[in-house]
């Protein structure tokens, strides 16, 4: 049980790791596509503006996804060592 509680933790951390890296590089093409027009963007307003220049792309959807599944494989991980 202690190495299934590990595993769980591990893989949650990378997958958090991997949907971070990958919403900051969103946010950073969206912010290098935006810097010619002179106003500068932040937060939901990087993604607003990344669907408008890449409507077809899934990497906004595929980033909060391996957030979200690492979250929660975290606190699964989490739950289990505690419970042990």
Do not use: C, H, K, N
């Amino acid at each position: 049980m202690a190495t299934t509680a590990t595993w769980f933790t591990l893989a949650g951390f990378i997958l958090l790791v991997l949907g971070l890296v990958l919403r900051t590089v969103v946010m950073m093409r969206s912010s290098d596509a935006t810097s010619s027009a002179g106003r500068v963007l932040y937060g939901q307003a990087l993604l607003l503006q990344y669907r408008r220049l890449y409507p077809q792309s899934p990497l906004p959807r595929l980033a909060r996804s391996l957030i979200l599944s690492g979250v929660l494989v975290l606190l699964a991980g989490i739950g289990l060592e505690i419970s042990r």
